[in-house]
């Protein structure tokens, strides 16, 4: 079984410079997670998807991110414009369902996309 | 109040020794604990979950659930310096933006050393 695809594994890019980051899931996996992890700290959720409609954008910041998963497969989360606070690994992440109770919901995360913002 | 909280650590333990790490959360309503390690510039990687109050066993990891406390741990027994790690707690709550569908929110982490 093919893993959680992530590109690019790297980017530098200045403030106020755009930036877009791609994920595919493992293939039959309806439940598609983003997920920004800030050096030294936990993953924090930024968007959940169930197939191609949105769950939870509650800590979206809204203003700058965007994401969007066409078709139900394939997902892109862009940052515009950057700052330094955004500097972190976006991780993106991929489960058969998010139910409640079950082993099902157990997630797998891509490698990350790592972001530098000078 | 943390949604889901753990010591920061670091932890340090000698090889062999129990490795003992920590989480509680906020949600009563939480029905799955997930433990997942994190290695240094790596992804997290799953250990174990559990949903139900009590222990389970896998291999050298036992996960315990305490749902009355909302408190969940995880026990390494014959610690490697391989573990030495970061140990992420997560927790799925019991809805995510008013469906059914949980919300998987993460601890900030347990750095774990273990030392020969």
């Known amino acids: 079984e093919a893993g959680v695809a992530q590109s690019p594994r790297y980017k530098i890019i200045e403030k106020r410079q755009s930036v877009a980051f791609w994920c595919n899931p493992i293939?039959?996996?309806?439940?598609l997670y983003w997920y920004q992890q800030i050096l030294g700290q936990g993953p924090k959720l930024l968007i959940q998807?169930?197939?191609?409609?949105?769950?939870?954008d509650s800590q979206l910041p809204k203003d700058r991110f965007s994401a969007e998963r066409l078709k139900g497969v394939d997902s892109t989360l862009k940052i515009q414009p950057a700052k330094l606070e955004d500097s972190a690994v976006y991780l993106c992440?991929?489960?058969?369902?998010?139910?409640?109770?079950?082993?099902?919901?157990?997630?797998?995360f891509g490698a990350g996309s790592r972001l530098t913002v000078l | 109040q943390k949604e889901v909280e753990q010591n920061s650590g670091p932890l340090s333990v000698p090889e062999g020794a129990i490795a003992s790490l920590n989480c509680t959360y906020s949600?009563?309503?939480?029905?799955?604990f997930f433990w997942y390690r994190q290695y240094s510039g790596k992804s997290p990687e799953l250990i174990m979950f559990?949903?139900?109050?009590g222990d389970k066993e896998d291999g050298r990891f036992t996960a315990q659930l305490n749902k009355a406390s909302q408190y969940v741990s995880l026990l390494i027994r014959d610690s490697q310096p391989s573990d030495s790690a970061t140990y992420l707690c997560?927790?799925?709550?019991?809805?995510?933006?008013?469906?059914?569908?949980?919300?998987?929110?993460f601890g900030q982490g347990t750095i774990l050393t273990v030392h020969p």
């Open positions: 997560a927790v799925k709550s019991s809805n995510a933006g008013g469906t059914s569908y949980g919300k998987l929110t």
């Open positions: 998807f169930q197939n191609n409609g949105v769950v939870d």
């Open positions: 559990i949903y139900s109050n």
């Open positions: 992440a991929s489960s058969k369902w998010a139910g409640r109770v079950s082993g099902a919901n157990v997630l797998t």
């Open positions: 293939s039959g996996h309806a439940t």
């Open positions: 949600d009563r309503g939480s029905q799955s």
